[in-house]
């Protein structure tokens, strides 16, 4: 797969009401900032909890240019047809481009890693 640079990420969940539920999407930004920095990477969500993905585009540095977004969803459905590419369609700017990467659970290194769990449950270590 073909890898793109951006100037910064979007980590996209999909949201809940449930507050326990943001936990597992907030370690994992931590552990992104840690990595990358916050100047280059946010979490949004795309309904239900805050921040939203518009609030988190409006909000970002005048010096980005190139935003990927990157849902940590498992597969397309509905909302990464429809949904997620109209917000995204309305955040458009001449200043900024925004692209809608794959879910993080088409790629190849998520595919692998959830291989392992499940093979580390079955009691098969690899």
Do not use: C
Not at 40 to 57: G, H
Not at 75 to 84: E, S
Not at 87 to 112: F, H, M, N
């Amino acid at each position: 797969m073909l890898r793109k640079e951006y100037d910064h990420i979007i980590l996209l969940a999909h949201g809940s009401p449930d507050p326990t539920w943001k936990k597992p999407f907030e370690s994992l930004y931590d552990r992104a900032i840690s990595r990358f920095g916050a100047e280059r990477s946010s979490l949004a969500y795309m309904e239900l909890t805050e921040p939203s993905l518009e609030y988190v585009v409006q909000h970002l540095d005048k010096h980005v240019k190139k935003v990927a977004v990157l849902p940590l969803f498992f597969a397309v459905g509905r909302h990464l047809r429809h949904d997620v590419p109209a917000q995204i369609e309305s955040l458009k700017r001449d200043d900024l481009e925004i692209e809608l990467l794959s879910p993080i659970g088409e790629d190849d290194i998520v595919k692998q890693a959830m291989d392992q769990v499940i093979a580390h449950h079955l009691g098969q270590n690899n």
